[in-house]
């Protein structure tokens, strides 16, 4: 207090101040706690309080000797009482010595000090106060020493454990071992185990797929060898020398990261790579992350995220391969040609069937997805580009279809493993991510059938019906057409597409779903050429074009979707339809409605509708070709090449239909039912436009919706 400044108080003021200060803080506070709050006290100048306050503070009985805070108190003030007093006898009067006497006895005579328990004698108190007080600084002196201290051994502690924490030896990665390996790419939702043998000392390599139902196996110097199912049968087929596939990474440029993560409840050291850019600087980014075990260095996990920063997150690529098991040494040599050995293997061009080309190697997979692997996928989509005469603006449009591509090939790869009754195949959609493509074909709002104004539904006549039935050999059928820019704008310009369809979604208040094109014309134009040929027995091509130019007041949106039954209603109203020979053919985009009546053919009065799978075969034998609504969203459809489909995530609710096409017929295989549908997505889809789709399940949809025009 005197040291402050604060001289021009009488010693029962501040002993009245610090009484005070003792009841606000009370037993509640520690030793520091109350240094704390009187040094806050001092700081703001409240000592200055009115003087009634203090005395009134001072006379209650919130300090008691009893405690120790209290007692500390006391030995403070005495501490100050004596160094101020001290001061004042130096070169002071006679006067002021018995004042200060004075001021010093009435301190003491204060009820406060009567009521503590401290000395008597003024001397001796002063004595133990003063050695109370000292005690009490060294003891926050020592304290925050110790504190200081506390702190720099964590972080010696910190830093030497951050030490500890940081891989220095980089994992070894054998020549000659066995391993379990599951590859994921959460983006396709794929899922796909891997064993693989690896012999460098031999030359030779097998890859086993699903539990071996397909395998590759790979030699250096000699012939290689592809065991794959094909249809209900196991295949061998030989190939020329091929060099070992990788499963890990190299590890040249991956630098060790500081700390400890847990993967696949494994506590794990961390290797990385990252790409900030690819050399052409097309913005592509990715981070490449090896997870190794922190205490035997084994692999747990190759994991890797990118994506192109100037396309934003249109799409992240995204792949893991988790380590399960690795045995590290020698291969058996009858590892690579036993099983040859049981079987006829045969060269590739043998076979009339489709076998993986170069393009689709399928165990090139893996090797393509480490960091040295850039170059060989790049390779593999300008191939595919060049094949469907792909061509793009901008490098980092280009990495992204070229990101895209592959994970759509590596999807194929993966089912055509799994020895399904179909196999899918790279087109022309290969550089499409699924939400994009969902857009062009995708979601459709239909109206249950029996709310579409349809003439009637089609009722069972119990007749005889052949074991398969093909319009297509009959002449019902006109060539496949591809729809092009109006659901598919592969051929067009993405940017463009994307433009003519925001255009045309607001030309229409009433929203059809972007996408469904070309889709209703095509399925209305096969069904009226179906019924056309029953009726003359002639095959004649009518205009696509003419109901997407003309058929806006009955609800479609030409290139931006439409129905069925909304372009019966057309052709009804109109009296028919123009063949392309005099409307003109589809041209990929809307035009000027100059629809002539004079040259319309196939007038129609009315439509059917059609529900259930023994009502769509018995129309399709005894009416014709049928417009179909269909499921068209699984990947597997978008990429199906061939074989009988039976993908069970194709689905059939009338809400889930999003695309239209044409039945022609059905067929059986194993004692199974399969529609034979016309797609129109041109002959580089499915198997020449067509694709097989299983009944039992009413797999996709078929026997959904299906319509049929009914002719004057």
């Given at each position: 207090?005197?040291?402050c400044g604060?001289?021009?108080?009488?010693?029962?003021?501040?002993?009245?101040?610090?009484?005070?200060?003792?009841?606000?803080?009370?037993?509640?506070?520690?030793?520091?706690?109350?240094?704390?709050?009187?040094?806050?006290?001092i700081?703001?100048?409240?000592?200055?309080?009115?003087?009634?306050?203090?005395?009134?503070?001072?006379?209650?009985?919130?300090?008691?000797?009893?405690?120790?805070?209290?007692?500390?108190?006391?030995?403070?003030l005495?501490?100050v009482?004596?160094?101020?007093?001290?001061?004042?006898?130096?070169?002071?009067?006679?006067?002021?010595?018995?004042?200060?006497?004075?001021?010093h006895?009435?301190?003491?005579?204060?009820?406060?000090?009567?009521?503590?328990?401290?000395?008597v004698?003024a001397?001796?108190?002063?004595?133990?106060?003063?050695?109370?007080?000292?005690?009490?600084?060294?003891?926050?002196?020592?304290?925050?020493?110790i504190?200081?201290?506390?702190?720099?051994?964590?972080?010696?502690?910190?830093?030497?454990?951050?030490?500890?924490?940081?891989?220095?030896?980089?994992?070894?990665?054998?020549?000659?071992?066995?391993?379990?390996?599951?590859?994921?790419?959460?983006?396709?939702?794929?899922?796909?185990?891997?064993?693989?043998?690896?012999?460098?000392?031999?030359?030779?390599?097998k890859?086993?797929?699903?539990?071996?139902?397909?395998?590759?196996?790979?030699?250096?110097?000699?012939?290689?060898?592809?065991?794959?199912?094909?249809?209900?049968?196991?295949?061998?087929?030989?190939?020329?020398?091929?060099?070992l596939?990788?499963?890990?990474?190299?590890?040249?440029?991956?630098?060790?990261?500081?700390?400890?993560?847990?993967?696949?409840?494994?506590?794990?050291?961390?290797?990385?790579?990252?790409?900030?850019?690819?050399?052409?600087?097309?913005?592509?980014?990715?981070?490449?992350?090896?997870?190794?075990?922190?205490?035997?260095?084994?692999?747990?996990?190759?994991?890797?995220?990118?994506?192109?920063?100037?396309?934003?997150?249109?799409?992240?690529?995204?792949?893991?391969?988790?380590?399960?098991?690795?045995?590290?040494?020698?291969?058996?040599?009858?590892?690579?040609?036993y099983?040859?050995?049981t079987?006829?293997?045969?060269?590739?061009?043998?076979?009339?069937?489709n076998?993986?080309?170069?393009?689709?190697?399928?165990?090139?997979?893996?090797?393509?997805?480490?960091?040295?692997?850039?170059?060989?996928?790049?390779?593999?989509?300008?191939?595919?580009?060049?094949q469907h005469?792909?061509?793009?603006?901008?490098?980092?449009?280009?990495?992204?279809?070229?990101?895209?591509?592959h994970?759509?090939?590596?999807?194929?790869?993966?089912?055509?493993?799994?020895g399904?009754?179909?196999?899918?195949?790279?087109?022309?959609?290969?550089?499409?991510?699924?939400?994009?493509?969902?857009a062009?074909?995708?979601?459709?709002?239909?109206?249950?059938?029996?709310?579409?104004?349809?003439?009637?539904?089609?009722?069972?006549?119990?007749?005889?019906?052949?074991?398969?039935?093909?319009?297509?050999?009959?002449?019902?059928?006109?060539?496949?057409?591809?729809?092009?820019n109006?659901?598919?704008?592969?051929t067009?310009?993405?940017?463009?597409?994307d433009?003519?369809?925001?255009?045309?979604t607001?030309?229409?208040?009433?929203?059809?779903?972007?996408?469904?094109?070309?889709?209703?014309?095509?399925?209305?134009?096969?069904?009226?050429?179906?019924q056309?040929?029953?009726?003359?027995?002639?095959?004649?091509?009518?205009?696509?074009?003419?109901?997407?130019?003309c058929?806006?007041?009955?609800?479609?949106?030409?290139?931006?979707?439409?129905?069925d039954?909304?372009?019966?209603?057309?052709?009804?109203?109109?009296?028919?339809?123009e063949?392309?020979?005099?409307?003109?053919?589809?041209?990929?985009?809307?035009?000027?409605?100059?629809?002539?009546?004079?040259?319309?053919?196939?007038?129609?009065?009315?439509?059917?509708?059609?529900?259930?799978?023994?009502?769509?075969n018995?129309?399709?034998?005894?009416?014709?070709?049928?417009?179909?609504?269909?499921?068209?969203?699984?990947?597997?459809?978008?990429?199906?090449?061939?074989?009988?489909?039976?993908?069970?995530?194709?689905k059939?609710?009338?809400?889930?239909?999003?695309?239209?096409?044409?039945?022609?017929?059905y067929?059986?295989?194993?004692?199974?039912?399969?529609?034979?549908?016309?797609?129109s997505?041109s002959?580089?889809?499915?198997?020449?436009?067509?694709?097989?789709?299983?009944?039992?399940?009413n797999i996709c949809?078929?026997?959904?919706?299906?319509?049929?025009?009914?002719?004057?």
């Amino acid at each position: 207090v005197v040291e402050c400044g604060f001289q021009h108080l009488d010693e029962s003021d501040v002993s009245a101040k610090f009484d005070q200060l003792a009841v606000e803080v009370s037993e509640a506070m520690e030793m520091s706690e109350f240094s704390s709050q009187l040094e806050k006290l001092i700081v703001n100048d409240e000592l200055k309080e009115d003087a009634d306050a203090i005395r009134w503070a001072a006379n209650t009985q919130a300090l008691a000797s009893q405690t120790p805070l209290a007692k500390t108190i006391d030995a403070r003030l005495e501490t100050v009482i004596r160094q101020k007093m001290a001061r004042s006898k130096k070169g002071a009067s006679k006067h002021d010595e018995k004042s200060n006497a004075e001021q010093h006895e009435r301190l003491l005579d204060e009820p406060t000090y009567h009521d503590m328990d401290t000395p008597v004698s003024a001397d001796a108190g002063f004595v133990t106060r003063k050695v109370k007080r000292n005690g009490a600084w060294c003891s926050f002196v020592w304290l925050g020493l110790i504190a200081v201290g506390v702190v720099a051994i964590v972080a010696i502690l910190k830093v030497s454990k951050q030490g500890d924490e940081f891989p220095t030896v980089k994992p070894w990665l054998p020549s000659q071992y066995e391993a379990s390996i599951t590859f994921r790419m959460p983006y396709m939702n794929l899922v796909e185990p891997v064993f693989v043998h690896t012999d460098e000392v031999l030359g030779a390599q097998k890859l086993s797929f699903y539990g071996g139902t397909q395998e590759y196996i790979l030699n250096v110097t000699g012939p290689s060898y592809q065991i794959i199912p094909v249809i209900d049968s196991i295949k061998c087929f030989t190939d020329g020398p091929s060099s070992l596939q990788h499963i890990f990474p190299q590890l040249t440029a991956f630098e060790p990261m500081h700390g400890k993560t847990v993967v696949n409840s494994i506590e794990c050291f961390t290797w990385k790579y990252d790409v900030a850019s690819t050399p052409d600087n097309s913005s592509y980014i990715g981070t490449y992350k090896l997870y190794v075990n922190a205490v035997t260095n084994a692999l747990v996990q190759f994991h890797f995220v990118g994506h192109n920063v100037v396309l934003g997150g249109s799409h992240t690529d995204e792949y893991i391969i988790d380590y399960n098991y690795i045995r590290e040494g020698p291969v058996a040599p009858q590892t690579f040609h036993y099983r040859v050995d049981t079987l006829n293997c045969t060269g590739s061009s043998d076979e009339t069937i489709n076998v993986p080309t170069s393009l689709s190697s399928p165990w090139h997979d893996l090797h393509m997805r480490m960091p040295e692997g850039h170059d060989a996928r790049m390779e593999a989509f300008d191939q595919f580009a060049l094949q469907h005469g792909k061509s793009f603006d901008s490098s980092s449009e280009t990495m992204h279809r070229a990101s895209v591509f592959h994970a759509n090939m590596q999807y194929i790869n993966s089912m055509n493993r799994k020895g399904l009754s179909y196999s899918l195949a790279m087109n022309h959609l290969g550089d499409r991510t699924h939400d994009e493509m969902k857009a062009m074909f995708g979601r459709k709002s239909l109206k249950r059938a029996a709310d579409n104004e349809a003439g009637g539904v089609y009722e069972l006549k119990h007749v005889a019906l052949p074991d398969e039935w093909d319009w297509r050999p009959q002449g019902g059928v006109t060539p496949v057409k591809d729809q092009g820019n109006c659901g598919s704008c592969w051929t067009f310009g993405y940017v463009i597409c994307d433009m003519v369809h925001s255009m045309l979604t607001k030309v229409k208040k009433k929203r059809k779903s972007t996408g469904m094109i070309f889709l209703f014309v095509n399925s209305t134009t096969g069904a009226l050429e179906g019924q056309w040929y029953r009726k003359t027995n002639h095959t004649v091509s009518f205009s696509q074009q003419n109901l997407l130019d003309c058929s806006w007041d009955e609800g479609n949106n030409a290139c931006n979707g439409g129905l069925d039954y909304q372009a019966y209603r057309w052709i009804i109203k109109h009296g028919g339809l123009e063949p392309e020979a005099t409307y003109g053919s589809y041209k990929n985009l809307p035009g000027f409605c100059h629809f002539n009546a004079s040259n319309a053919l196939a007038r129609v009065t009315s439509f059917v509708n059609i529900s259930g799978v023994d009502e769509l075969n018995e129309a399709l034998v005894t009416v014709g070709p049928l417009s179909v609504s269909i499921d068209a969203t699984p990947p597997s459809f978008y990429f199906y090449a061939g074989g009988y489909y039976n993908d069970l995530n194709c689905k059939s609710g009338i809400d889930d239909l999003d695309h239209s096409v044409v039945a022609v017929g059905y067929t059986k295989h194993l004692g199974k039912t399969y529609t034979l549908v016309k797609n129109s997505w041109s002959t580089h889809w499915g198997d020449n436009g067509y694709i097989k789709i299983a009944q039992e399940d009413n797999i996709c949809g078929v026997a959904t919706s299906p319509t049929y025009p009914v002719l004057a």
